[in-house]
């Protein structure tokens, strides 16, 4: 024990001594680069945040507080996080699910798994924006495949898009239609990454399809499951190129999602000063999800 | 190496950088699409280039929201272009307020004298020339002539806002869709709300409600024109689905004939055909342009127009042969060309005479008879007050917000800035 523990100790010990040496060669460019491109343009976001500006010259105007305060209350950028609390949510009740399902139906050995599996990853393929657009025509209510259907039923055409109650479901069916096919490969990887043996042997106990799939494949999935959720919730949160096309956030601002908040109501509104204010609150959001969701949930990862 | 070596490399090196040395180059940055401008634009550089050797003049194209966002970013870099497109109004006054625009009143001494005044003087601020106009643009309502015959609405008849109305409702009742709108990009609804407030407050609500006076925005013709807009609104005048429908989607619509008026700048007449589902749109013959009605009670005359005021700005850096080619852009025989290809309505006084198509003719002469001209509420008084104009006026319409809360919505947008 104790010698196998030394020749694994001994190398790691030499590698320290060449460890310095890398750092020194390694980090100054990678820490010139995140610190040019990634700490300080936060840290700027920040300042501009104290800021009415309008993105001409330098931010003169302070207002300390105000822009913070502009958004509390402020019943668009209100709905804005309740829709990106909607994506979330059914990120992770439907679409994860769904894609679980899917995979364990293209895992396996069967006819034509492949063709599903390529079917089913084509919308993530696809550009967010052209997915955008080509809905937007999908649902139009007088030539889309929503006339289609209400057609064939013999119902008054229905406009989703502009149906200020129901619109953001528009954006959630692009949004499970889009990516449940990346979800479905990242579980397709992992179960193909359990040991067969485990389930041939729970088999020959006697165990049925739902206890070795209850007891043996999800737990071994687990790690798998945990990353996809960061993902979908990450993602949610940045929210923005299916939104542009879709709805442009509106109608009457029922769709936005944080960030097309920022660029709506911020950036083409040259209001540099609030946009900088809602990153920063944007940006806080994502970091104390990441490093929560890190520490509690993967920590086992 | 011999001296025949020597003598060639030294000739090539002097090949390669003589040129370099002479050559001013000029970058012109756009946003047009239109081919017909483009075309015009590029000759009229190439014929500069070809008179004034060492310039290089060169018309660059930036789609449309690509432009305004990058634009602040690239003036205060190196790359900043030296002339540069604008709809004058707010942006405009911020960019020469943080000192990226150029003082050309000296420069351009007399040369505006033979442009249309209204326009050369939406380039000024604090009454220095800052840029020079090339376009004015009227706001109209377009309409089926056919459709307008099938419901048996005559157009010389509709003189003022309840004229209108009856128009909207004899045309609903004939089962056609009285109006078309790009309501889901907002801005082409704050037509119906700024023709509104210029009919009823005349030529000074704008003015008054950016200096404050009676409550800023919140005053009673804005109110009242919200109140105008939503007894439009209640009458359903608009296409099923408007509150989704995109600009140029509302073009084709209109082109396809699938609804009797629609409010909008001179352009529509370029976009109709290209975006309505057989590519052919209405034949020219088959459209009337009418004038925003009057509102009774109003202090606004049919004859005050509202529309686009395009020109070109100058960059601080900029060389004098910047501003030498903004006097040769300004020619007459150009805006004449501008005219008789229909590409825009140049602002050269006169260049009326030369159109042949008789719709942008009927605009052309609206604007050089107008008694007085306004720019799109939404430039005029840049995009962080513009932009809740156009958000309210669609709220509005829609009867999703009073127009006592929108007015205040736009006052409240207007002391935040």
Excluded at chain 1, 170 to 184: D, E, R
Excluded at chain 2, 95 to 117: C, H, R
Excluded at chain 2, 137 to 143: I, L, Q, S
């Amino acid at each position: 024990m104790s010698a196998i523990q030394t020749t694994y100790v001994e190398p790691a010990r030499r590698m320290s001594a060449n460890g310095w040496a890398a750092v020194v060669i390694f980090l100054p460019p990678a820490l010139l680069l995140f610190t040019v491109f990634v700490a300080l343009p936060i840290a700027q976001a920040a300042w501009f945040g104290f800021f009415n500006w309008d993105g001409y010259g330098r931010p003169e105007k302070f207002i300390g507080l105000k822009n913070y305060g502009y958004l509390i209350g402020n019943a668009t950028f209100n709905r804005s996080l309740v829709n990106n609390g909607l994506v979330i949510a059914v990120s992770i009740l439907v679409q994860q699910p769904v894609a679980l399902a899917a995979a364990l139906m293209v895992a396996g050995r069967i006819a034509g798994a492949a063709w599903f599996r390529m079917i089913f990853f084509l919308p993530y393929v696809l550009a967010d924006v052209a997915a955008g657009l080509i809905w937007h025509f999908m649902f139009d209510g007088s030539y889309g495949l929503s006339s289609v259907i209400t057609g064939a039923l013999g119902l008054p055409p229905y406009y989703l898009l502009a149906d200020k109650t129901w619109a953001f479901s528009a954006v959630l069916i692009v949004i499970l239609w889009k990516y449940f096919g990346f979800y479905t490969m990242l579980y397709v990887a992992g179960l193909q990454g359990i040991d067969r043996s485990l389930l041939e042997a729970a088999e020959m106990d006697g165990a049925t399809a739902l206890q070795r799939f209850w007891h043996i494949t999800l737990p071994l999935l687990g790690p798998m499951i945990r990353l996809s959720i960061f993902f979908s919730v990450v993602g949610s949160l940045q929210l923005f190129d299916i939104i542009v096309p879709l709805t442009s956030g509106g109608p009457f601002e029922t769709t936005n999602t944080m960030v097309s908040y920022l660029y709506y109501f911020g950036i083409t509104r040259m209001r540099f000063g609030y946009s900088s204010a809602v990153g920063i609150v944007l940006f806080v959001t994502c970091v104390a999800f990441a490093f929560g969701y890190r520490r509690i949930v993967m920590r086992d990862d | 190496m011999s001296l025949r070596h020597l003598a060639f490399a030294a000739a090539c090196l002097a090949a390669l950088t003589a040129p370099a040395f002479a050559e001013t180059n000029i970058t012109v940055l756009h946003v047009s699409e239109n081919p017909t401008q483009k075309a015009l634009w590029n000759k009229i550089a190439a014929d500069y280039n070809a008179e004034h050797k060492g310039v290089n003049v060169q018309f660059k194209y930036l789609e449309n929201e690509a432009f305004k966002a990058k634009l602040p970013t690239m003036l205060q870099s190196d790359d900043r272009p030296e002339l540069f497109y604008s709809w004058s109004g707010g942006v405009m006054q911020a960019q020469a307020k943080a000192g990226f625009l150029k003082d050309i009143t000296a420069d351009i001494g007399s040369a505006e004298s033979a442009l249309s005044p209204i326009a050369v003087d939406a380039f000024k601020v604090d009454g220095k020339v800052v840029g020079v106009p090339f376009e004015v643009g009227e706001v109209a309502f377009y309409y089926n002539r056919k459709l307008f015959e099938k419901a048996g609405v005559k157009a010389e008849d509709i003189k003022s806002w309840d004229d209108f109305l009856g128009a909207v409702k004899k045309l609903k009742a004939a089962g056609i869709t009285p109006i078309v709108v790009g309501a889901g990009e907002k801005w082409p609804m704050h037509f119906y709300y700024s023709y509104l407030v210029m009919r009823i407050g005349g030529e000074h609500a704008l003015a008054d409600a950016k200096a404050g006076k009676d409550g800023g925005f919140k005053n009673a013709t804005f109110v009242e024109a919200g109140k105008r807009l939503r007894e439009l609104g209640a009458l359903e005048p608009f296409q099923p689905g408007y509150l989704s429908t995109k600009h140029t989607e509302s073009a084709g619509m209109f082109g396809d004939g699938k609804a009797a008026m629609d409010l909008m700048g001179q352009w529509l007449l370029g976009m109709q055909a290209p975006n309505s589902t057989s590519g052919k749109g209405l034949p020219e013959e088959n459209i009337g342009i009418l004038s925003f009605p009057i509102v009774p009670g109003g202090k606004g005359q049919a004859t005050e127009t509202l529309g686009g005021i395009n020109g070109w700005l100058v960059g601080k850096s900029a060389p004098p042969q910047a501003i030498d080619f903004l006097k040769f852009f300004s020619q007459a025989k150009y805006a004449q060309e501008a005219a008789a290809t229909a590409a825009y309505i140049p602002v050269v006084k006169g260049a009326e005479a030369s159109f042949t198509n008789p719709l942008m003719k009927r605009l052309a002469d609206d604007l050089a008879a107008t008694t007085y001209h306004q720019n799109y509420f939404d430039q005029d008084l840049g995009p962080a007050v513009g932009r809740v104009i156009n958000d309210v006026s669609v709220a509005v319409a829609a009867g999703e917000m009073t127009p006592e809360a929108a007015a205040a919505a736009i006052q409240d947008a207007a002391e935040q800035q």
